[in-house]
């Protein structure tokens, strides 16, 4: 099983989410997070005054599937959230040891 963390732009949710939605994605969570990467921030203007924005704003999506699943949704988020421009985001990947589902108790593949 891996965990995939995908980055992106605020205004790309919605793409991705309905994207991974038909690619039979079951479920995902999704976090608003500030960071910044090559793109290191921007100025912007309020009342005259010009400040810096260090962090900029993005979403997180997690989602966790089976292997066999990986490159497909991989290429899915890359194919919704890419616009060409610095500040698209990144995904990683991750090795993800065990899933429980509290509800159930079941383990492995089928808490997914």
Known sequence: MKK?????????????????????????????????GRQKGHTETYRGTEYAVDFVPKVKIEVAVGEDRLQAVVDTIIKNAQTGQIGDGKIFVSDLVDTIRIRTGETGPEAL
């Open 4 to 36: 995939i963390e995908a980055i992106v732009r605020h205004f790309k949710l919605e793409d991705v989410k309905n994207a991974l939605s038909d690619a039979g994605v079951a479920g995902m969570t999704i976090t608003e997070v500030r960071g910044f």
